[in-house]
């Protein structure tokens, strides 16, 4: 795993929390309505703790398997951390996802909904719900079509009983983000839904301006990562 200097996650932390601050200004928001989620995927613990050492709590992780290596022991010495899946979850994760995670953001078809609602009943555990919207109705992105939104996020709370507080979206690459994290905080508000996901490395401000409450933030805090080599 990668493994950048306790001065590089230092540096990075107190830049992203510097923009955060002034994009908040911006719009006239107070900073602490808005958190910032360490997008931790492919960082060893040693890189989390350094994080923590910076009073940085929120993290995200892409994968379960990788979640699951890393986190009980971290959980178990530092306990006011927080840990949100912030990738695709493949409805056989259901189990371990709700297990590892306080924050689920990738909820976005209804055999997951399924799956996450029969594991929060037998774990008696409840983590807060996102529903992931594809804002830009990409055909290869996860999320729900904005069109479907409103229905899918009634059946998430009415028919499975599920802790749905906020929506996350991916905005297209090569598009101004503005006008899909616009989109997401319409379907959010008409819904009562008061938590958003959006923004990451090269946009969080703009997300910020458009009323994220979480921003999910990796390169910019612990600088690129480094990916396996894949065997042929």
Not at 77 to 99: C, F, M, W, Y
Not at 101 to 121: G, M, W
């Amino acid at each position: 795993m990668s493994k950048p200097g306790p001065a590089v996650i230092a540096d990075g932390l107190a830049r992203v929390r510097e923009e955060m601050a002034a994009a908040c200004t911006r719009a006239g928001r107070a900073p602490q309505d808005v958190r910032l989620i360490a997008a931790c995927k492919t960082f060893g613990d040693d890189t989390v703790r350094e994080a923590i050492a910076c009073d940085q709590l929120a993290f995200g992780e892409n994968y379960v398997q990788e979640a699951k290596a890393k986190w009980p022991a971290l959980k178990e010495n530092h306990p006011d951390t927080e840990l949100h899946l912030i990738g695709p979850l493949q409805s056989n994760k259901a189990r371990e996802a709700v297990a590892l995670f306080d924050v689920i953001h990738s909820l976005d078809r209804t055999s997951l909904a399924k799956a996450l609602s029969r594991q929060c009943e037998n774990q008696e555990r409840h983590p807060a719900m996102f529903v992931q919207v594809n804002t830009g109705s990409e055909p290869q992105k996860s999320g729900v079509l904005p069109q479907d939104a409103d229905a899918f996020i009634t059946a998430c709370r009415n028919l499975y009983g599920l802790n749905v507080t906020g929506l996350m979206c991916i905005p297209p690459t090569g598009q101004p983000p503005q006008s899909h994290f616009g989109l997401l905080a319409k379907i959010a508000a008409r819904n009562e839904v008061t938590e958003l996901s959006m923004g990451m490395s090269s946009d969080y401000p703009e997300a910020i301006e458009q009323g994220a409450t979480f921003v999910r933030v990796g390169s910019a805090i612990f600088g690129n990562r480094s990916y396996p080599a894949r065997s042929q």
